[in-house]
């Protein structure tokens, strides 16, 4: 089925250093959510995005909505241990439309 | 509020074997969807249901199936188990429509030999 571009496939970070990660389609969307998933455990919504142009924070992650609508970034700073685990991207085009997932990226930190 | 819950979370079966797993949504929440995940994978859509209806089916083969209960309770079932069944199957819910911002259940793990 239809996917999300999703980059990076995964990240191997210092503590303490910044994160960045995208999703980008072909599509428009008129809603772009930010999951993180730990192992063994289901995706936990972390940041909902419904206008284009928005940015939203959550503690120290911080997205935004593309104003193309076609994209969407995730901003970690100042990493630390507890967010390692794969955080995935989804879109959905139209309330009637099932959401579309990213292949989820993978953050690891070095120790 | 309680959360979204789905038993068992760990299941072990053999190659041509059935199995039946469940999934309780949030209270008041009437759409639950259901994803296969296997490891390194994303989240690949099964169905969601709404209203004991099945409204959206992914590209899986007739041996999934599922179905929803008056109190938005779900099921699904998998008929002839093959070894590629082995993932994680995750259930989400949401207040309508499964546009809406899913809240997810921890999972149950199959694992088929």
């Known amino acids: 089925g239809q996917q999300l571009n999703q980059s990076p496939q995964s990240m191997f970070i210092q503590e303490g250093e910044d994160v960045s990660m995208n999703c980008t389609s072909s599509?428009?969307?008129?809603?772009w959510l930010w999951y993180k998933q730990e192992p063994g455990e289901g995706p936990v919504l972390l940041i909902a995005?419904?206008?284009a142009g928005e940015l939203t924070s959550n503690g120290r992650l911080t997205a935004q909505f593309g104003i193309t609508r076609k994209d969407s970034f995730l901003n970690i700073s100042a990493s630390i241990p507890s967010d390692v685990g794969i955080y995935f991207c989804a879109g959905q085009m139209d309330s009637n439309y099932q959401l579309i997932w990213g292949a989820g990226t993978k953050l690891i930190i070095k120790p | 509020k309680a959360g979204v819950t789905q038993t068992p979370r760990y299941l072990i079966k053999t190659r041509g074997q059935q199995v039946t797993l469940s999934c309780s949504p949030i209270?008041?929440?009437?759409?639950v969807s259901w994803y296969q995940q296997t490891p390194g994978q994303g989240l690949q859509f099964l169905f969601e249901?709404?209203?004991?209806?099945?409204?959206n089916k992914g590209n899986f083969p007739g041996r999934f199936s599922g179905r929803q209960f008056s109190n938005s309770r779900s099921e699904m079932n998998v008929s002839t188990l093959e070894l590629g069944d082995s993932a994680l199957y995750l259930c989400?819910?949401?207040?309508?429509?499964?546009?809406?911002?899913?809240?997810f259940g921890p999972g149950t793990r199959l694992l088929v030999l």
């Open positions: 995005l419904y206008k």
């Open positions: 989400a819910s949401s207040f309508r429509k499964a546009g809406e911002t899913q809240y």
């Open positions: 209270s008041g929440h009437r759409s």
């Open positions: 599509s428009i969307f008129n809603t």
């Open positions: 249901y709404f209203s004991e209806t099945q409204r």
